[in-house]
């Protein structure tokens, strides 16, 4: 089993964080998201889009804009991707736990309150979140109940190792979103392994 503190590749799971930041650097800013964060912010959270969370992670100011924020959330041990591989973020499980705390725990965590996410940011992620797992759902809802059984992994975002050009930490049903089909070790068969890579935040 893995050392609760022994790091590894964020992947998708980051997208969480990315928000965060983002949120957290409008309340130091004292404004709203604009229309267009909100609009790639629901398309990284409920559609798991990784060409939003591009745009969002060269927003909040790449891996050290997330590791300002995240140090006054207080995980010390999350290491951004360098240039544009957000997916590449390196985590340990007590970070993700005081990240979720500071999401969803009422008050939000932080070593200084008064730079905590406020309730109005918490209840945004929450909200999308909420979005997501009901978008899943229904996906789920209307797959054959064979389908469903060939569903790999565990529910929730699993990380994996740290191998190959693509490291999802997401649930899937063996299938990439344009219709290729993975191997028997989760590679994408045939060609666009760079391109799938570069939209996931693993490749530069």
Known sequence: MRGKDVPYDTASIIKVDILAALLLQAQDARRGLTQQERTLTEAMIERSDSDAANALWRRIGLAPGLEAV??????????????????????????????LRAVFADGGTSS??????????????????????????????????????????????????????????????????????????????????????????TSG
Request: proline residues 4%; positive net charge; hydrophobic residues 25%.
């Open 70 to 99: 995240n140090k006054r959330l207080g995980l010390s041990s999350t290491v951004g991707g360098t240039g544009g591989k957000w997916g590449l973020t390196r985590t340990t499980v007590t970070d993700q736990i005081l990240l």
């Open 112 to 201: 200084a309150s008064e730079s905590a996410l406020t309730k109005t940011s918490r209840n945004y992620i929450r909200t999308l979140r909420i979005g997501a797992q009901e978008r899943l759902a229904a996906t789920q809802h209307h797959r054959p109940v064979g389908h469903q059984q060939r569903r790999t992994g565990h529910l929730g975002n699993t990380p994996l190792p740290r191998r190959g050009p693509l490291r999802r930490q997401r649930v899937d049903d063996g299938r990439h979103r344009d219709g290729r089909t993975r191997g028997p070790h989760g590679g994408l068969l045939g060609a666009g392994r760079r391109l799938t890579a570069e939209r996931d935040g």
